[in-house]
């Protein structure tokens, strides 16, 4: 059984396909299976280690689709797909299932392993990776007012207390990486904070995926309060700014940029 640190050697790039028609930077773009196939087989030609395929959107206000609706947008994109390093961005233990039948690798789950009780052992029994996300609240609700009495502490205590759980389940710790959930129930300041002291989160000893790319916490620090999504640069400059404190795999959009800064980031940190 290969690490998941082996299999992803730091730092690795995740490209995203979100097949969904509102996800909040790219949404309708990859509706059509054989436009999303070709997105993410480009990623992985530009370098990216996997491609995290999505049928639901979780920014925030969205309501949630069902597995049969998430089904029929994934199902077609993984079979194009079939023999590439692929992951799927589901809570759902249906979806998840069909899609490791059909090659995902790794299994993105934003709730944790607490939005689906059957999913813990869909990826057990499969011997897939798995990360584990930080959520505060539900997509719908989470931006209202997110509170921590500490937001590094806070999000490490919880991202223990659910790879703990996992682990119980079956779960190999080896095949796990946790995220700090950048954007789900946090304020800018907390979301910045939580890359900066991104060693709280890496001192658990796994992994850490860190998904910045576009977020809206990019755009309101470049001085617009009411933007939903962050440019290319800032992006890259999170991306970049998390490897540096210890990030793993980094979840992005725009490939070919973030391969780039990274390979040069890595060459300045290792000499
Ligand atoms: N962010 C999003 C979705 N899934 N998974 C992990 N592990 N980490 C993240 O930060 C993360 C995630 C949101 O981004 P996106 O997929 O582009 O948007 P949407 O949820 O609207 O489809």
Redesign the pocket.
Same mark, same amino acid.
């Given at each position: 059984m290969i690490s998941i640190e082996m299999r992803f050697p730091r730092p690795s790039v995740?490209g995203?396909v979100?097949v969904?028609p509102?996800?909040?930077? #790219? @949404?309708g773009v990859h509706l059509d299976p054989d436009v999303a196939a070709a997105a993410a087989r480009r990623m992985l030609d530009e370098g990216a280690a996997i491609v995290?395929v =999505?049928g639901?959107?979780?920014?925030p206000g969205?309501e949630g689709v069902s597995a049969d609706e998430e089904l029929r947008r994934v199902v077609p994109v993984l079979e194009a797909l079939r023999g590439l390093p692929v992951s799927i #961005?589901t809570s759902k233990a249906e979806v998840a299932r069909r899609a490791l039948a059909l090659g995902a690798e790794l299994v993105?789950?934003?709730t944790a392993l607490r939005g689906d009780p059957e999913l813990a052992e869909v990826v057990a029994e499969s011997g897939a990776y798995l990360?584990l996300?930080h959520m505060q609240g539900e997509?719908r609700t989470m931006q209202s007012q997110p509170t921590y009495d500490d937001v590094a502490a806070d999000v490490a205590g919880f991202l223990e207390e659910r790879l703990g759980f996992a682990v119980d389940a079956g779960v190999a710790e080896e095949r796990i990486c946790l #995220?700090? =959930?950048? @954007?789900?129930g946090k304020t800018v300041e907390q979301n910045f904070e939580l890359v900066r002291r991104l060693d709280v989160l890496t001192a658990l000893g796994r992994p850490v995926?860190? @998904?910045?790319?576009?977020?809206s916490s990019l755009g309101r620090i470049l001085g617009d309060p009411t933007a939903t999504t962050g440019p290319l640069s800032a992006s890259v400059a999170a991306g970049v700014t998390a490897y540096e404190r210890g990030a793993t795999i980094l979840?992005v959009?725009d490939v070919r940029p973030h391969v780039e800064a990274l390979a040069v980031a890595a060459a300045v940190v290792s000499g």
């Open positions: 995740m995203v979100n969904t509102d996800s909040f930077s #790219d @949404g995290d =999505g639901e959107s979780t920014r969205s #961005d993105n789950d934003v990360c996300m997509p #995220d700090p =959930g950048i @954007g789900f995926l860190v @998904g910045f790319s576009r977020k979840r959009h």
